[in-house]
């Protein structure tokens, strides 16, 4: 309050940041406040007179006049300058402000429209240590950062298994969605041809998380669940995770509502990037009527859920001609192989409950008529998790090896059988592909260390989960 003559004034002073100024952004602070110099003006005043007692505007005079007040500035000399008034000081503390107590960058990308990968950064600028919980989409880990620490955590997975969604959201032509369009999700926002991802930080326990499953070691990758963590039952494990974090409210509970809470958010954004499709009119013998599922025999992956399935075959069957009984080339056999048969192949291949994919391998459909097939994708070549590759070559050659070990259990009437030459081998993916399958985080299920924000340097392979066989 500042008192002049007659006149009083009431000034608010704002309690500067001191992180702006350099020093710790939490801590008990004294401000010193000293006045240089002050002014002010006085409203305009008429001279205003009602002496002739006639109704109307009373001003004798068009232009007011006012009073100004500018006394010269005093000169500041740090430590010595007391000001035209006493100085006085301010006391107040400055508790922990967790947004800006923690650093917090994000670089990702759409590689090729197939892979999503990312790095975060963390930096910890407290003198404690916290543990953050880090999500990234639909994914989410838990981290531990010492006092004054900074962390890099790196991820990757295919389009398809960014949260709980459907790929084609992102496909170039969608007829729903796509790059042309403008639509959101809860993880992922479409505008003029930009697409934002969403990232988020919360604030968990400083050691072992709170978890669903328990014991969820650090950085272990999981979807975040979305309904009542006491719902996450042993089934939707390793996919799900919950992690109990503070709110504002104090109150120390499950994430599963990602609207709620979070200390830091970033949504980067890009532009579509390059990409490469198949056109499957060329791709496959039986063009866009190929069934994208493990029905057709035109086309098998070494793992499924069917009891049994067909697969388009060479050879010779027995024909009748007149009285006899021929042998005749035969190129249209659709031979059913059992379960047992394709977990031969399976074991064949080094392929047991899971594959490594790379996002590279992956390729987008042309559209077909009637908007079909935007809802597809595919990949032919895979990885054991000893890091042999399984590529068409491969699987074509452990299917033909597992007819010649099979060769008592099929047909009599049929002789010297192969795979037939347009049998493309390989998975189609995403919504309408009937997956046998889940995607996780990386190779090893795991956010990663990084040491950078280079997104170059983050690989584009990732685990696929292979859903049990069925007995």
């Known amino acids: 309050v500042i ?36 002014g002010y003006d006085t409203q305009p005043r008429f001279v205003l007179s009602n002496a002739l007692g006639n109704e109307g505007d009373t001003r004798m005079s068009w232009k007011p006049i006012w009073l100004r007040h500018w006394p010269s500035v005093t000169a500041y000399i740090p430590g010595s300058t007391r000001g035209i008034m006493d100085p006085f000081e301010l006391l107040y503390p400055v508790t922990p402000i967790l947004n800006r107590a923690i650093g917090f960058e ?158 830091l958010e970033r949504t980067p954004a890009t532009r579509l990037p390059a990409y490469s499709m198949l056109d499957p009119a060329t791709y496959f013998a039986q063009g866009y009527d190929t069934a994208p599922v ?68 992956i390729r987008w459909f042309e559209i077909g008529p009637n908007n079909t097939w935007h809802n597809l994708l595919w990949i032919n070549r895979f990885y054991t998790l000893a890091g042999v590759a399984v590529d068409e070559a491969a699987m074509r050659a452990a299917f033909n090896a597992m007819l010649a070990h099979f060769n008592d259990a099929w047909p009599t009437y049929y002789r ?18 009937a997956e046998m399958g889940d995607y996780a985080v990386n190779e090893t299920g795991h956010f990663l260390e990084a040491d950078s924000l280079d997104i170059n340097a983050v690989s584009t392979r990732f685990l696929y989960r292979i859903k049990p066989f069925a007995s």
Request: glycine share 6%; net charge negative; hydrophobic share 45%.
């Open 3 to 38: 008192r002049h003559d007659q006149a009083q004034f009431i000034y608010h002073l704002p309690a500067l940041n001191p992180a702006e100024l350099g020093l710790s952004g939490w801590g008990n602070f004294r401000l010193r406040v000293l006045l240089l110099a002050y």
């Open 106 to 263: 994000v670089a990702f990308e759409l590689h090729n429209l197939t892979t999503f990968r990312w790095v975060v950064q963390l930096t910890n600028r407290l003198d404690f240590t916290v543990g953050l919980i880090v999500q990234a989409a639909g994914w989410q880990a838990w981290i531990t950062l010492a006092a004054g620490q900074t962390r890099y955590v790196s991820g990757a997975t295919a389009v398809s298994g960014m949260g709980n969604w459907n790929a084609y959201l992102l496909h170039p032509f969608s007829p729903l969605y796509g790059w042309h369009r403008n639509w959101s999700n809860e993880f992922m926002r479409m505008a003029d041809g930009e697409c934002q991802v969403l990232f988020r930080v919360y604030l968990t326990a400083p050691d072992q998380a709170d978890c669903i499953p328990p014991e969820l070691p650090p950085l272990q990758a999981g979807l975040r669940w979305q309904f009542n963590p006491t719902d996450l039952e042993m089934r939707f494990i390793p996919r799900w995770s919950a992690i109990k974090r503070f709110s504002r409210t104090g109150v120390y509970e499950y994430d599963f509502n990602t609207a709620d809470d979070p200390i």
């Open 294 to 361: 493990d029905t057709s025999p035109w086309h098998k992956r070494p793992w499924s859920q069917a009891q049994q399935m067909p697969i388009m075959c060479r050879g010779e069957k027995l024909s009748a001609e007149g009285f006899e009984t021929l042998w005749v080339v035969a190129d249209d056999i659709a031979l059913l192989i059992q379960h047992e048969q394709l977990a031969w192949v399976a074991a064949h291949l080094g392929v047991t409950d899971a594959v490594i994919m790379d996002g590279n391998d």
């Open 416 to 433: 010297n059988l192969s795979v037939h030459e347009a049998v493309r081998f390989g998975s189609f993916l995403d919504n309408g592909a």
